[in-house]
Each structure stands twice: as C-alpha cells, then as structure tokens.
C-alpha cells in the first residue's frame, strides 16, 4: 500500500498550523516525523487518523483519493493511530481488550472467549509476541501495552501504523523490544509513521525522515543521507531569534548544592549547585526527571536519598511546609491543576503562601494582606478589575503571574520555575523574563525548568541537560545554542 | 461624572442571585418554607398575641429540637468543604455521652462523686473530658486519613462501627445515673423560654463563621477542599488541616453528647446519634456545601438546617404520615443538588 498526502492545508483560527505539507510513506517504510513542538506534527497525523478535518489538500491511497471524516473511515482505510497515552482498559485481560467495541459472541448472546482468545493467539503468532492472552493489562509494562494496540490494529487490517512518540516512557530494554517488534512489522510490509523527538533513535531504527517546521515541510529524504545533526538543524532552522538577554551578572555565594541527590524511578546521580543572582536552567525531553528532581528539593517528594545544602547547610527537606521555611519558592507547571485554586478569588489565591505569617493573634491581617498583595501587583504589572473576582477570570499569563506573586511576596532565597510561561501569551512571556532577570538582579538564587531551549537560551546564565533521569551535560555561553542543547537532550554526545 | 440611573428590575435581580449565590438561593427556600408553615399553623386564634405566642413556640420548639444535629452539621460543613466526610458522628455521640455519664454518674457505683467530688466541679470535669474525647476520637480519623491515606468515608465507616458496639458492649452492666443538676446545662430557663440550646449552636455558629472566613486554618481548608495539589505545593501542610477539621467536628460532637445527656438525663445506645451523620450531611448539602469539597459556608449549614427542620414541622403540621416524612427530606437533598449543578454551568 501506498500512501500520499499532497499540499495540506490546515488553520485554527488566525493560526496556520499547517502551510501544504506533503508526505508519502509505502508498505514496509518507516517515516520518522520530525519537528519542534508546534511544528505541526499532531495536526498532521491527526488529519491522517481522522480525527479533524484538513482546510484543503488530498490524501491518496494506492493513488486513489480518500476522504476521512472520522476516525472510522481512516481505520477502515488501513490506518491505525497509536497515541501516546495507550487506549487500554487495564482491568480487563489482553484478549477482552483486543475485541473491546467488536466482542465476538455466541448464539446464546453470551461473550464467545475461547474464540477471540484463539483469535488473538493467531495474531500473536503472527508478530512473534509471546504473550498469554487471558493475562490483564494491568500486568503488562508500556512496551508490551503498546503491543497490544498494534496486534488490535493489525487485527484490523491496518497497514499503516502512526506511533506517536512510542518512546518516550520506556525503558532502554523495552525500547529495543519495541524496535524489535518494529522490524518484524517491516518485515510483514507493514509502513509506520514514527513521531519522535529523538534523533539517536530516528537514525536507528527509520529508513526515512520529513521535518516540519512552523507548518512548512522543510526537509525530507532518506535517513542513510544524514546524521543526527542535520536532522537537529532542519528542526531548529538556522533563522530562530534565540539571542540572550544580556545583563550585568552579580553572582554570590552559594545558595543551593545537591550532592547525589537520586530517586528510585525518576532521577539519579544529581549534583549540581546555585549562586545568589544565578539563572541556571535545567532542560530536557519529557520523562527526563527534571520535574521529580525540584519537586523533590522543593520537599513534595520526600523520599530521596542524597544530600541537599542550602547555605552550606546540610538539610532535610520532608515537606513542602519545610522547603518553604527553608527560603524555596516552587512555581509549578501545568498552573490549572497545581498552580491556582479556582473556587477562591485573586487575592487569596495571591496570598495563600504568607497567609499564616499575616495572620496575628487570631485572624488574618486585611490590611497587610493587601498592602503585600498590591505591592506584587504593581511590580509585576499584573492586570485585573477587582481583586475580590475569581482568579479564573484572568488571562493564563496573569494568572500565572499571581502564582509568581504568592511566592515572591514570601521573600524567597531560591526560586524553581517549572515551564513558567506554559500557556502564556508572547507579551506575557517576555514579560515574566523580565521579572525572572529582575529577580536574578535582587539576589535570588533562580531555576528555570523548560522544555523549550529557546526559553532557556534566552534567560540562563547557564543550563544542566538531563537525559532519562541523569544530568548528561551542561552549557553555558557560545556552547549553549539549540543545536547542542537538542543533540545532549536526546542522548547523543 | 455622568449618573446613569438603573431602573430596579426585580426579576433580574432575583435571576442574578438566585444562579450566583448558593446561600440566596436556600434563603429563598427557606423563606417560602417559613411562609408555608406559617399559613399550616392557621390564623384561627382570638388575638394577635395569641396567634404570635403560638408561633414563636413552635419555632422555639424546632430550633431546640433541632440544636443538637445542628451543631455537628456546623462541623460536617467544615469537613466537606475540606473535601472529607465523617459518618461516625452518631456514633461518636454515643461513646462520649456514655463516658460522660460515668463521670458524673451519681448512683450507688459512681465512679467520681463517691471521691467527693460533686456539683459544679464534677460537671465541669465532665464537660472537659467529653470535648477532649470528641477531639481525640476526630483526631483519630484524622490519623487515619492523612497517616493511614484511608478514604474518609473508610475510616469513619469503621470507626462508626467500632465506637458504637464497643459502648454498647461496656454499658451493658453499668447504668450511670445523670445528677439532676447536670440537666440545667439544657433545661436552665432564659426568662421564661428553654432556649439554652438555641444560645449554643447560635454561638457555636458565630465562632465558626468567623473561623471560616477569618483565619488562616480557615482559609486552607476551602484551599484544600477545592484543590488539594496546589494547597500542598503552597506550602501547606494538608495533612494537619484535615486532622485539624476531624478534631474540629470531634468537639464539636462532644457538645452535642453533652446537650443530650443535660436534656434527656439519660442515652439510648442502641439507638441514639443514628442516623445524624446523614441529617448532618443532608443539612450541609441543601445549605450548597458542596460533596467535592472547596465550595460552600458556615451559614448554608446553618439555612440546611433549618430548611429541614421547618420542613418537618410543616409535614407535622399537615399530618403528613410519620413513615413519608423521611421521603421529603429525601427529595429536597436531591433537589439542591440538582439546584448546585445547574448553578455550575
């Protein structure tokens, strides 16, 4: 089978995410598609399985044009899309999942489970997976899970098979086994589309590449003509505005120093240390741990082991309640679910952190409360009507500007920011880097955690790339350009 | 400046509230239940001093009456708004009120009085005793769900079933007798009126309002109930919030033990406190608490209440059969909740 996708086309709004892309992938290929965040990768696919509808463009099978209106019609195509987050019922046994919607039954109208286990046997055999198909789910590990997504779809008739980022919460021993399994597919003529962020695998395992950026296809070809490198170029472009923000540094004495510091499942091995008036970013792919590793030395995951000095202090940090006696100031990502408190209005939510430092004798100081609360408000330019409205009728960066307020107005010596402009408006964004060198410039010790190494190059002073839970390298000055940062973040050398 | 001058449009404005106040709109149920009541209990009365001397009786009768129930509803309200639940307040009741009654016990194997101590100190004893008990027991289920991470409706299931059988079993041989002059703590007249009971959840409620809007402790409570995550990563510590609030209901249990020693003189431990932990919730509910917790206020479980309480006066009153009355009380939980839905869209 061979599939094409010509010119397509694909807006949100005011947002052109994609600009006429064209792919083609035949049976027994595998296509890595590449990209940055917002290249336009999922929307692409997305129209491939389905799952919305392009603006203009034609996707021929065998050259015939199709049209998918749902992801009914794709499937029916021969299309099958594996997401990310695998569309399993855990607490059902492998066969009941493979015949989830499409149970097979008996003519007494009960469900027929010696046949559709011997049908899913078959299909085992076929892929070569040993696996027993009355086990649960439950059981299984993310590789073998994302297995059974594909033997369903080749139970299906798919022979074109979307992964999307199939890689990024395994282990090394389970990747393997799923390129492995990748193989066998090729082998059987089947074609894959295989979206990734990293490039040590690409070259690995695809015999094929196409790189978005920005919704234009701007490169494609074959994986033998290229190496990591160029693949990372094509991803970043050459044109990107990613100088950074110049400032006088004043660095001080020492504020934070981990030795060691490991978690059982998510980092191991960290050391590294913080000045006063410092910006050190951290940055990685998802699942590198950078997230676990601060919300440990913030003390929401107190069972680290390592040692944590603040001030040449050797400290023990079991609580949140303690990171922040101890001077740590935590912003975290994903605001709406771990930032803000939407029942409660903007003035509370800007000072939940000092409410018990503002409260005296019996009850909580009004006046201080909110000679404190306008003091952040001012400084950080923070726009709203009234301070009584809920902290939902705020924009994303505002809001998370008041999550910033809450914490600075505890006077922090260290300040973590995870993905601190997620969600966040371009105005807004620079903004908040310009609240971030402000701080840096008063003194405080300061984190950025991000995905995004242009926001890291921008604000650092230098930055720690972690890999798989383990800090694989750090760059500062003319070292720190995307092309390095991309190549360390995706456990090349 | 220029004053432009809104016509007043009742319709509007009643619209308004109705949708964005939980708390206006079991005022308006409340209102039009006391309406209701006043027109069942009738006008046939030689004079207005006659008619009014009914009527304030009879709601003398169901704030006492419903006083007891009242005041673990104030503490249910801080338990759910924390986003628990706590069922073992009937049971709770019972354990504190047998132990009080031991205390004070005046017959023939009382334990304290036959030391000497009798009177005022030895109540005094008791009331502190049956307070602290509550407040230990509440921070027992505390422990439980905050150490031992068990569902708050686990925990207090179990304790509910441990409290109860443990007293039953242990009061089968003993039989305190309740000194009269315990019972003025409820019976004490206020001119001419029982009303010592109304006075307490009265005081209880203001004290609890202004804990509930005022303090620290009251604040983090709305902040754990509605999102516990960011609570904990604003540094607060979450766990010594919800043990705080199960002691807080535990107390407040205790004052309710005590009422209903000093009123009846005596406790049924099969049967007494059955059944308050759902009248508890069903008040809390109708007041606009809401069951996942963050929403909802110390005068909803107030209004709850009362929206109760006059609604099985009226049903009283209409000589509804005594087996359907449990049937409106069904309906109008389920009322206000269908109300808070809507009321989130």
């Known amino acids: 089978m061979k599939l094409e996708m010509q010119n397509i086309y694909k807006s949100f709004g005011a947002n052109n995410v994609l600009k006429g892309v064209d792919i083609s992938l035949s049976g027994g290929e595998i296509c890595a598609l590449l990209g940055e965040n917002g290249a336009g990768k999922s929307t692409l696919m997305n129209i491939l399985g389905g799952v919305i509808n392009s603006d203009s463009g034609t996707i021929l099978i065998d050259g015939k044009p199709v049209e998918f209106k749902n992801p009914v019609d794709s499937l029916e195509a021969g299309i099958a899309f594996i997401h990310q987050e695998l569309n399993l019922v855990n607490d059902l046994a492998i066969f009941e999942n493979m015949f989830i919607g499409r149970e097979l039954k008996n003519k007494y109208g009960f469900l027929d489970a010696k046949t559709m286990i011997k049908k899913t046997k078959e299909i085992f055999e076929k892929i070569g997976l040993e696996l027993n198909p009355e086990q649960m789910v439950r059981d299984l590990d993310t590789s073998y899970k994302q297995f059974i997504e594909i033997a369903r779809a080749l139970m299906m008739n798919a022979s074109i098979i979307i992964m999307d980022e199939p890689t990024t919460s395994l282990t090394e021993h389970e990747i393997k086994r799923v390129f492995a399994m990748m193989n066998v597919l090729k082998s059987h003529g089947v074609g894959m589309v295989f979206i990734s962020h990293k490039l040590k695998e690409v070259v690995e395992i695809c015999n094929k590449y196409t790189v978005l950026r920005d919704g234009n296809m701007v490169a494609t070809g074959e994986i033998k003509d290229v190496t990591t490198d160029d693949l990372a170029k094509h991803m970043v472009g050459h044109d990107v505005r990613t100088e950074s923000l110049q400032r006088d540094k004043e660095i001080g004495n020492e504020v934070l120093r981990l030795e060691r510091l490991t978690d059982v499942t998510h980092f191991r091995d960290i050391s590294l240390n913080l000045r006063q008036g410092e910006i050190l970013g951290v940055t990685g792919l998802l699942g590198d741990g950078r997230s676990e590793l601060f919300q440990a030395v913030f003390g929401d995951r107190p069972k680290y082991t390592g040692d944590i000095y603040i001030d040449n202090q050797q400290v023990k940090i079991d609580s949140t309640t303690k990171g922040l006696d101890l001077g740590i100031a935590y912003v975290p990502r994903n605001r709406k679910e771990n930032g803000i408190i939407k029942d409660m209005n903007i003035l509370e939510n800007g000072s939940l952190v000092t409410l018990k430092r503002l409260q005296k004798r019996f009850f909580i100081d009004r006046k201080k409360q909110n000679t404190e609360f306008d003091i952040q408000k001012d400084s950080l330019k923070i726009k709203m009507e009234k301070k009584l409205d809920l902290i939902t009728s705020l924009s994303g960066g505002n809001q998370q500007k008041i999550v910033l307020a809450k914490w600075l107005s505890s006077n922090p010596k260290i300040l973590i920011m995870d993905n601190p402009t997620q969600g966040v408006d371009v105005g807004a964004k620079e903004e908040i880097y310009d609240i971030i060198l402000k701080l840096a410039g008063q003194g405080v010790g300061i984190i950025v955690l991000s995905s995004e190494a242009q926001e890291i190059i921008r604000v650092c002073d230098r930055s720690l790339v972690m890999y798989h839970g383990a800090i694989v390298g750090e760059v500062s000055g003319e070292d720190m350009n995307e092309q390095k940062i991309m190549r360390l973040a995706t456990g090349g050398k | ?345």
């Not at chain 2, 194997?109 to 008990?133: D, F, K």
């Not at chain 2, 007798?177 to 307490?200: C, D, E, H, R, W």
């Not at chain 2, 431990?269 to 069951?291: F, H, K, L, P, R």
């Not at chain 2, 509804?320 to 309906?331: C, D, I, N, T, Y």
Request: charge should be positive; glycine fraction near 12%.
């Open chain 2, 1 to 345: 400046m220029e004053k432009t001058k809104v016509k007043f449009n009742f319709i509007t404005w009643f619209k308004k509230n109705w949708t964005e106040s939980a708390l206006f709109s079991t005022g308006v149920a409340l209102f039009v239940m006391v309406i209701l009541q006043t027109v069942a209990l009738g006008f046939e009365f030689d004079s207005f001093g006659e008619w009014f001397a009914t009527w304030a009786n009879n709601w003398i009768n169901i704030l006492r009456n419903n006083a007891g129930v009242g005041i673990v509803a104030l503490g249910m309200a801080f338990v759910i708004i924390s986003g628990g639940i706590d069922l073992a307040v009937g049971s709770t009741m019972v354990a504190v009120g047998a132990v009080l009654m031991m205390i004070i016990d005046n017959g023939p194997n009382a334990l304290l009085a036959s030391t000497g101590i009798t009177g005022v100190p030895l109540y005094i004893i008791g009331i502190v005793v049956a307070i602290a008990m509550g407040c230990g027991l509440g921070q027992l289920t505390g422990v439980l769900v905050t150490k031992g991470k068990l569902p708050p409706f686990i925990a207090t299931l179990g304790m509910m079933k441990i409290l109860r059988s443990v007293t039953q079993h242990f009061m089968q041989t003993n039989s305190p007798k309740v000194p009269t002059g315990f019972l003025q703590i409820a019976s004490l007249k206020m001119g001419n009126l029982l009303i010592m009971p109304i006075i307490y959840w009265l005081v209880i409620a203001i004290i609890l309002y202004i804990v509930s809007k005022k303090t620290a402790f009251g604040r983090y409570v709305y902040a754990v109930g509605s999102n516990e995550r960011t609570a904990k990563l604003s540094g607060i510590n979450v766990g010594k919030v919800k043990r705080k609030v199960y002691a807080l209901i535990g107390m407040l249990v205790g004052v309710t033990a005590i009422l209903q020693v000093s009123r009846i003189g005596s406790m049924d431990y099969a049967n007494a406190g059955s059944g308050y932990e759902m009248d508890a919730i069903a008040a809390v509910i109708v007041g606009g608490v809401s069951m996942s917790g963050g929403k909802g206020s110390v005068m909803g479980a107030v209004l709850g209440m009362l929206i109760i309480a006059v609604m099985n006066n009226l049903l009283n009153l209409l000589g509804v059969p005594p087996f359907l009355r449990e049937a409106f009380k069904g309906m109008i939980v389920i009322g206000a909740v269908l109300l808070q839905k809507k009321e989130e869209n």
